[in-house]
């Protein structure tokens, strides 16, 4: 008989699961380098519609979730109105945090 494993602790408030950090956000160079174009060419990708929306656009600074784009290329790389209609376009929960209350 092959030994089992041992369940998985529940995920609780303090276990790692509950504080994992959030996916890594990737900035235009490395989109470009996972697509295999130049930086450029995402950016105009991104102003036809044809990138799903970052989720960090401030200024000049523009970072899509890791996680989006894997989903978005297993997807087939569609355009952003379509892929926006799809399941799993949305951006994961992010875990939530502790609650700790004020002293008063």
């Not at 087939?76 to 951006?91: L, Q, V, Y």
């Amino acid at each position: 008989m092959i030994d089992q494993p041992p369940p998985a602790p529940e995920a609780g408030p303090d276990s790692p699961q509950a504080t994992a950090p959030r996916p890594p956000m990737l900035g235009a160079e490395q989109f470009a380098r996972r697509l295999g174009v130049s930086r450029s060419t995402v950016y105009r990708l991104r102003n036809r519609g044809a990138l799903p929306d970052p989720h960090i656009a401030s200024g000049r600074v523009i970072r899509w979730s890791s996680v989006i784009v894997e989903r978005w290329i297993d997807a087939g790389c569609p355009i952003r109105d379509e892929w926006e209609k799809m399941p799993g376009a949305a951006m994961p929960a992010a875990p939530r945090a502790k609650k700790g209350g004020r002293r008063r």
